[in-house]
């Protein structure tokens, strides 16, 4: 815990004041390959009840708590990619009336995770994040 407070507080000292988070999941099924080597044998995304976390949700949840100081409207776009339908030319959005996510914790709590088919290696391209002139920087955060 103590590591991403001194994460969060390098990134303050090194000038962030505030950005615009942005959040991209894999969904190809190189996450069944690699959860039968380091998930019970479980694909990465599987949801395992309420009291035990898939490494894609400990991941969100880290990331949340280091880099939410820096997000000032708690409003996180989330889109995964890799899945049967976009494969590797498209995103789709965690939720389905394609608004942001309210902050980290509805990002990993969505049970999309479950829902959605994995399909071939790691795409190449994805949706970009759009920002204003009025914007903070975007920082877009993979989760490969």
């Not at 000038?15 to 988070?21: A, K």
């Not at 509805?106 to 790691?122: C, H, I, M, N, Q």
Request: aromatic letters at 10%; a neutral charge.
């Amino acid at each position: 815990m103590h590591i991403m407070y001194q994460v969060a507080e390098a990134c303050w000292r090194a000038g962030l004041e505030s950005s615009s988070l942005i959040v991209g999941v894999d969904f190809t099924a190189s996450n069944e390959w690699k959860g039968r080597k380091s998930f019970n044998q479980n694909c990465l995304h599987r949801l395992v009840g309420s009291k035990v976390i898939n490494p894609y949700q400990k991941v969100i949840s880290v990331l949340g708590q280091t880099l939410a100081p820096f997000d000032d409207d708690n409003k996180i776009p989330a889109y995964g990619f890799g899945d049967r339908e976009t494969k590797d030319h498209s995103v789709f959005p965690f939720r389905y009336d394609e608004k942001p996510c309210g902050g980290f914790e509805e990002v990993s709590a969505t049970r999309l995770f479950a829902d959605k088919f994995l399909t071939g290696p790691l795409p190449r391209g994805g949706r970009s994040g759009q920002t204003t002139s009025h914007s903070p920087p975007a920082v877009p955060v993979l989760i490969p």
